[in-house]
T-cell receptor
């Protein structure tokens, strides 16, 4: 079975500071991992995904994440926060069904990012 | 390219009534997923349809049901509404290779259901 843990339900940073949002996963098979962002009153937008091709994954809006198998982590970072980054961020792992086909996403509980001017 | 669309954007019902939520996937996508985002409970998987068939189901009672039409659009039905069904219901779509390849899920804006 797969699961995701996001450490910290709220993270606050100053504009221009480093953003680090933590995600640890549990999976009995090689995982497919995702980060999504949700702006207020909107659906989810894909930031980036881990496809096993490269451990450092670059996404949209300057975000990137590094897959570390030894630490079962997939933390999201951005070197310099902008006010527009204020949103809720979700880490997800893809569930797997018989035969290895990709199934539904299993989400962490989310981390709300606040950016102070 | 049009994204995933959902209707209605908001829905208000009373306890015991039925709610019907609709989703149109991205053109070319055959898989549709439904998720519930309830306050304090996070995002939980409800149902997955592909090629008109239910592929997987989350841990929800049978009064949550749905179907997928030949044009791949989907409907989520919630019968005998309870107060705790109040939530944002998100639909996502993806192409489905069935081979284990990574298929990204793209989400719609959601339907906010309020049960009074």
């Amino acid at each position: 079975a797969q699961s995701v843990t996001q450490l910290g339900s709220h993270v606050s940073v100053s504009e221009g500071a480093l953003v680090l949002l933590r995600c640890n996963y549990s999976s009995s098979v090689p995982p497919y991992l995702f980060w999504y962002v949700q702006y207020p009153n909107q659906g989810l937008q894909l930031l980036l995904k881990y496809t096993s091709a490269a451990t450092l994954v670059k996404g949209i809006n300057g975000f990137e994440a590094e897959f570390k198998k030894s630490e079962t982590s997939f933390h999201l970072t951005k070197p310099s926060a902008h006010m527009r980054d204020a949103a809720e961020y979700f880490c997800a792992v893809s569930g797997r069904i018989t035969g290895g086909s990709q199934g539904n996403l299993i989400f962490g509980k989310g981390t709300k990012l606040s950016v102070k001017p | 390219e049009a994204g995933v669309t959902q209707s209605p954007t908001h829905l208000i019902k009373t306890r015991g009534q039925q709610a019907t939520l609709r989703c149109s996937p991205i053109s070319g996508h055959t898989s549709v997923y439904w998720y519930q985002q309830a306050l304090g409970l996070g995002l939980q998987f409800l149902l997955w349809y592909d090629e008109g068939e239910e592929r997987n189901r989350g841990n929800f009672p049978p009064r949550f049901s749905g179907r997928q039409f030949p044009n791949y659009s989907s409907e989520l039905n919630v019968n005998a509404l309870e107060l705790e069904d109040s939530a944002l219901y998100l639909c996502a779509s993806s192409s489905y290779a069935g081979t284990g390849d990574l298929e990204t899920q793209y989400f719609g804006p959601g339907t906010r259901l309020l049960v009074l």
